[in-house]
Each structure stands twice: as structure tokens, then as C-alpha cells.
């Protein structure tokens, strides 16, 4: 949109930049439609051409003050109720400012990602390798379609991800106990997060050690697989460690855990795969989740949320882990 510009490049007193730029900012305000996309980059614009941060400061409190009396005298919306979504709105990144933020921790360590990101160097059971490509861009802006369309293809049981009954069973999955039949009560709740002895896996002695109490639902072993940064290495690793069969035994029978979650790929222990799976799934009360990134935590007491996708028919899923405190 055009508008008459004041000259504000020249050397001119502080107050006359104060001025013009306000004449700017009113003149092309009552232009203004839509109000929220175009004040976002009025910010942007004069941003970029003030230099002096006292006028910006000024012009920015204008701005504030017009925005406020514009909304306070606006007709109530009975679309949502009041106060939701208030204050949500955020500005555009300028053009020149484009990076994105990639964070662990939210809101001051409120919220603590658990997650590991999709890489196509993270590990992929059995492969030296590592994942690999899993993602591809079929449709793109820039060979000429409306928008980026991606595609991916990648095991479920890939990276952070929970396993359903179906994964060992081969009768649940004929039955249909797939990752959308999953208890979201189960996988959402207060958990503790504790750290297994490091020189063994998880047998009945250190379950026995460990000594969780009686009503701990919700369990997230940390083991040696965080200390080896396992799930940050391309190859995988048949030393990780995990449950033995024994030492799942021991929990099913002797703890009220629903929720095991561990470091690495399996929670079970690579000599005892399969069997220590069975005493965990045969129930279909235990949900395990796997490859949770656990570094940096400290031991103790958070509210889990774990979120799998809802593939009908699978027996894996990728899942959305965090921590609040
Ligand atoms: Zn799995």
C-alpha cells in the first residue's frame, strides 16, 4: 500500500523524527485492513528504518496505546469465551531474521522434551547405517505446486516411539491391539524418572534396588544407553542395555507400573528380546516406550505426556514424549 512518506533520513532534531514518524505511522494506520497482519509489519517496517531506539520506544508505545483502545471498544466476539487466546498473536519473523528456534526446554524448564528428533543419522534397528532418508518433498513450491506437500516412510518402530501388544503377539494382532487401542490414561500422568545402576542390565536384583513403591505407575529408566549417547549414534548397538526377562517378571508381579519407558530402542535387553517383551505386553495393561531422550533431567517426580499417533493396525508408533514439572 502507498502512502505520503516524511523524510526522516536527513539530520534532523530528535523531536521533528519523532514527529514525522508518528505522521507516517497515523497516516498509513488508517489504512490499515486486515488490522493484525498489516500492524505486525508496520513494526517490522519501522524497525528497520529507525535507528534510534528512543523514537522506535516512542512510536511503539503509540502504537500500544492505539492497539488497546481499538480492542477495548471492539464488539464482543461470542466465538470463544473471553480471555481465550487473548494476547496470542505474534508477529511475522522479518525477512532478514529467519531462524528457527529448536529448544529442549520450554517455558524456563517447565516442559522438558523427551523426544528425539527424526534424523536420518539417528539409529534404526539392526543398521549400521542409521535411518537413512525418510522424508521427501514430492511437491514444491519451487517446481511450480501451490505448496510444499512432504512425504515420509520411515518403521514405527523408529526413534522415541511406543510399542502396542500386536508387536509380540501375534493373536493380539490379528485382534486388533494396535497403537490406537493404546490407555491414554496409561501414557499421560505423574511419573518418576529414575537411574538404573550402570554396570548391568535390568535384572530382578536391580529392580529389587531400585526398591519403586507401591502405586508408582509410571516409571522412565534411565540407564548406561543415555551415558553412551546410544540414540545419537548412527549405528546401532546390540551392548545397549534393557530388561531382562527376569527382571520384568519381577515388575509385572511386585510393582503397580503401567508406563516403562526407556533410552534406548528396546526396553528389553538384546539377550532377552523377545521374552522379556512377552512378560511386558501379555497382559496388555503395560505400555513400553522406547528410545526416550533422557539426558540432562534430574531424577524425580514429573507429570509424563505421551501422545502416539493413531495408526490403525500397527503395532509401533512414533510418539510425542515431554516432562512438566
Ligand atoms: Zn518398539
Known amino acids: 500500500m502507498k502512502r505520503n512518506k ?61 492497539v488497546l483502545s481499538l480492542a477495548s471498544s471492539s464488539v464482543p466476539n461470542n466465538a470463544y469465551p473471553s480471555g481465550f487466546g487473548d494476547g496470542s498473536g505474534s508477529c511475522s519473523p522479518r525477512d532478514d531474521v529467519l531462524i528457527p528456534s529448536r529448544r529442549e526446554v520450554y517455558d524456563e524448564g517447565r516442559i522438558l522434551d523427551i ?31 501451490l505448496a510444499n506437500n512432504s512425504e515420509m516412510k520411515l518403521p514405527t518402530h523408529t526413534g522415541t516411539h511406543v510399542d502396542a501388544p500386536g508387536h509380540v503377539f501375534d493373536h493380539y494382532f490379528d485382534a486388533g491391539f494396535d497403537v490406537d487401542t493404546l490407555d491414554l490414561s496409561v501414557l499421560n500422568g505423574p511419573a518418576l524418572l529414575v537411574d538404573v545402576p550402570r554396570d548391568a542390565n535390568i535384572t530382578v536384583d536391580v529392580m529389587k534396588y531400585l526398591n519403586i513403591p507401591r502405586g508408582v505407575r509410571r516409571v522412565l529408566f534411565r540407564t548406561l ?20 526377562k527376569d527382571g520384568a517378571k519381577w515388575l509385572v508381579e511386585n510393582t503397580d507400573i503401567k508406563l516403562v519407558g526407556i533410552d534406548y530402542l528396546s526396553v528389553a535387553a538384546y539377550d532377552d528380546l523377545i521374552p522379556a517383551h512377552h512378560v511386558f505386553l501379555e497382559g496388555r495393561e503395560i505400555i513400553l516406550v522406547e528410545g526416550l531422550k533422557l539426558d540432562d533431567i534430574k531424577p524425580g517426580m514429573y507429570y509424563v505426556h505421551c501422545l502416539p499417533l493413531r495408526l490403525l493396525g500397527a503395532e509401533g508408533s512414533p510418539i510425542r514424549c515431554i516432562l512438566m514439572n
Open 6 to 66: 516524511v523524510d526522516i533520513s536527513q539530520s534532523v532534531p530528535p523531536g521533528s523524527k519523532i514527529l514525522a514518524e508518528f505522521l507516517n505511522f497515523i497516516g498509513w494506520f488508517s489504512s490499515l485492513v486486515p488490522l493484525s497482519d498489516a500492524l505486525c509489519r508496520s513494526i517490522s517496517a519501522m524497525g528497520s528504518r529507525m535507528k534510534d531506539p528512543l523514537i522506535l520506544l516512542c512510536c511503539l508505545e503509540l502504537l500500544a496505546f492505539v
Open 115 to 145: 523426544s528425539h528428533r527424526y534424523r536420518e543419522d539417528m539409529p534404526s534397528w539392526g543398521s549400521l547405517e542409521g535411518l537413512g532418508q525418510f522424508l521427501w518433498l514430492p511437491a514444491s513450491i519451487k517446481n511450480g505446486s
Open 225 to 244: 544407553n543415555t551415558d553412551r549417547q546410544l540414540m545419537w549414534k548412527k549405528e546401532f548397538d546390540t551392548s545397549y542395555v534393557g530388561f531382562m
